[in-house]
């Protein structure tokens, strides 16, 4: 049930070998699914390159989600190489990191704008880029979002908004695309230790504490979300669309830290 042999995915968003994106296209490699890989940039691209290889992809495309003819070109590559695909996992957030601590009130425009078009209006973007290749087949769209979307987390500020957008967009597009048997999905890790979790305002304190808190007495591994990504594309997951799903060691359903921990 949960094979991805002879499925075609493009993952999107690997900076390197500890992010979340690559634990979920690590977990579908093993699974048995080819995959393509975008990235921004050269120092990324010299970063992803040997992860590519490694899980055996030789296909990788620069990337830059704020400009048209970028993606309007990746997606033409893409569409030379394969005719469909099967999945597409979104793993593209940023805000400037001079406004992830302190108040969300000092947000500014400029970067109100820049976090809300980069961390959710690029997923529609590429969702509609993807669904010719997936309208025939049907197929699954992931994208990544935290628990600060619906509840206040210290100096996750505008990204809070950004991702409380994105889950939006999540359950739009899943009725949009439902009758083509496309699925729509979201994964919600607790806080974990990665390149884009570091930007944030007192990152390490948030992560000690969900650590000692979460039922499980533990955050999200990559393995963990690796897994859960799997299922959702694989044939296992093919009723669930529009979800939510948190991966943080229960974390969410507290409304108190540890009685040890008061």
């Not at 948030?206 to 690796?226: I, Q």
Request: proline residues 3%; aromatic residues 8%; charged residues 20%.
């Amino acid at each position: 049930m949960h094979s991805l042999k002879g499925k075609r995915g493009l993952v999107m968003g690997v900076a390197n070998e500890r992010s979340i994106a690559w634990g979920i296209a690590k977990a579908c490699a093993e699974a048995g699914a080819e995959l393509a890989f975008t990235y921004q940039g050269e120092a990324f691209g010299k970063r992803l390159e040997p992860l590519a290889t490694s899980v055996g992809s030789d296909f990788m495309v620069d990337v830059d989600v704020t400009d048209d003819a970028s993606l309007d070109a990746a997606f033409a590559q893409l569409n030379e190489r394969w005719d469909t695909m099967d999945f597409l996992v979104h793993a593209i957030a940023y805000s400037d990191k001079n406004e992830l601590t302190g108040r969300v009130l000092n947000t500014s425009r400029d970067n109100f704008k820049n976090s809300l078009d980069i961390s959710c209006f690029s997923f529609i973007d590429v969702a509609r880029r993807a669904y010719p290749m997936m309208k025939d087949n049907g197929g699954t769209l992931l994208t990544l979002t935290y628990m600060g979307s619906t509840r206040v987390t210290p100096n996750y500020n505008v990204m809070g908004i950004a991702k409380a957008a994105l889950e939006s967009a999540t359950r739009y597009l899943a009725n949009d695309l439902g009758p083509e048997g496309i699925r729509v999905n979201a994964i919600s890790p607790g806080p974990m230790k990665t390149l884009a979790g570091a930007a944030i305002g007192g990152a390490r304190k948030t992560y000690k504490h969900t650590d000692m808190n979460a039922p499980l007495r533990s955050n999200a591994t990559l393995e963990a979300v690796g897994g859960t990504a799997v299922h959702l594309i694989s044939d296992a997951g093919a009723c669930t669309t529009g979800e939510i799903l948190r991966v943080d060691g229960g974390f969410h359903v507290l409304g108190l830290p540890q009685y040890e921990n008061l």
